[in-house]
């Protein structure tokens, strides 16, 4: 036993110090294989340019290629750090990587903003599942007019793509000594937080993700008037069913200011459902190669509005459905809410779209709503303009005669109901009014 003891010691001790050795390969190999990153629709490509691997530490440089819309690439040097000794958090290597730009003209504006001592840093645990875990910052910015506290970032990682990010800052205060900031304007952001979460699908799309945008406190001040927001929050998510896909944003604020009026508690939630996934896709990657040439100085509206009615036929081929349910918000006046939702049955579109097609697009069309309003409210937004609450009483009159609107208690609301070519409004047929529309 005493023996079998010692064997079993004896290799594991080997294959501990045999572990950084192996780790230095597989890293080589893994950076050579990286070209391109899942996700990014190739605005993203990596090039190794050197390797030196070492028993416990090896060092690595490579190029980082961004690609953004309309502009010309930017190029970024990356220098990598690879600690090859397993952790006790079961990560066989923490990637240490350093980046600058290669152009110098965009170091200089960056040292300009940043300092020049300032390092953007990322480090990255590896692990045998295929997965990642990676943290980083942004650097600080003191400037004329400019205070951003910095941000922290982290990345996780999983072999079969998914993947969770979020960023997070204290603050951001720009005033009127920065420059391009009309004199006396200010704005003040505290409490920045970005989180996202998503799946990488075979063919490089994030068809599946939500995500979330939070903002404490914003305050925007121009001239004498001052404007703020608290407890703001942007949602969204999307998600794909088979040839399918769909997505939705979601606003709510916990209190706000806006030209001396304040509100609460308001809401808005725009969904957009069954979107053609193969149409989808054809319009992303045409939209991309359009934004080549656009960086390359060519005029692509044309292009772009000829690809727009090309795939728009197949995109809406499952009857496509958009809605804002609901928008909502509390003020000194009352409560106000509206919900609208159109969609088309599934088919409608086949073939090239042509003027009778339209018309019977308009006539399949479906949409539904409903309103619900302060009459304070109405008369508070004419007394801003000039005009006496019986100017409001006057435009309401006909319309709550012909049984269009309701007003009780203080509150006008309606509904809406369009089908088959049909308007009803508060339950009352409407259709004069789409007859005045079209000129009838």
């Known amino acids: 036993m005493k023996r079998l ?6 290799v594991l001790a080997g294959l501990l110090a045999a572990a950084p050795f192996v780790t230095g390969h597989v890293m080589e190999n893994t950076l050579a294989e990286v070209e391109r990153f899942p996700g990014t629709r190739d605005a993203l490509e990596l090039a190794v340019t050197d390797y030196q691997r070492g028993y416990l530490e090896s060092h690595a440089e490579s190029e980082l290629w961004l690609r953004l819309p309309e502009q010309e690439p930017v190029r970024v040097k990356l220098n990598h750090r690879i600690d090859q000794l397993p952790g006790p958090d079961g990560r066989y290597a923490t990637v240490h990587t350093t980046w600058e730009p290669k152009d ?3 170091r200089a504006e960056l040292a300009e903003v940043f300092g020049e001592d300032a390092e953007f840093t990322l480090a990255t645990a ?6 990642s875990h990676s943290t980083g910052r942004i650097p600080a910015v003191e400037l004329d007019g400019v205070d951003f506290s910095g941000a922290d970032l982290r990345l996780d990682t999983k072999a079969d793509g998914r993947f969770d990010y979020g960023v997070e800052g204290d603050r951001l205060a720009v005033d009127d000594e920065a420059e391009g900031v009309d004199s006396g304007s200010a704005m003040v952001a505290e409490g920045l937080r970005l989180v996202a979460s998503g799946q990488v699908a075979e063919d490089g799309f994030v068809w599946d993700s939500e995500g979330r945008f939070e903002l404490d406190r914003l305050e925007i001040a121009e001239s004498s008037e001052l404007g703020f927001v608290e407890d703001f929050v942007l949602r969204f998510d999307s998600a794909r069913d088979e040839d399918q896909w769909g997505f939705a944003v979601d606003y709510a604020v916990g209190e706000a200011m806006v030209e001396d009026e304040t509100f609460r508690d308001a809401q808005m939630r725009v969904a957009v459902e069954r979107l053609d996934v193969a149409a989808m896709r054809a319009l992303v990657e045409r939209m991309e190669t359009l934004q080549e ?20 036929p197949a995109l809406m081929s499952h009857g496509p459905r958009i809605a804002i349910e609901p928008l909502r918000a509390t003020t000194a006046e009352g409560d106000t809410a509206i919900a609208l939702a159109a969609e088309l049955p599934a088919g409608m579109m086949d073939g090239e779209p042509n ?3 339209w018309m019977a697009l308009l006539s399949a069309l479906v949409v539904e709503g409903s309103l619900e309003m302060p009459l304070a409210l109405l008369e508070k937004s004419a007394a801003a303009r000039g005009q006496g609450a019986a100017v409001v009483e006057e435009q309401l009159a006909p319309l709550v005669a012909q049984g269009w609107l309701s007003v009780e208690d203080g509150v006008v609301s309606t509904t809406v109901d369009f089908r088959q070519g049909n308007l009803d409004l508060n339950g009352t047929s409407a259709n004069q009014l789409l007859n005045m529309a079209f000129g009838g």
């Open 355 to 357: 003027p009778m097609m």
């Open 5 to 10: 003891i010692v064997a079993a010691v004896a």
């Open 126 to 131: 590896l692990y045998p599942t295929g997965s």
């Open 293 to 312: 040439l656009a960086a390359q100085g060519a005029a692509i509206d044309e292009a772009f509005t000829e690809a727009m009615m090309a795939e728009l």
């Open 104 to 106: 110098p003209e965009l």
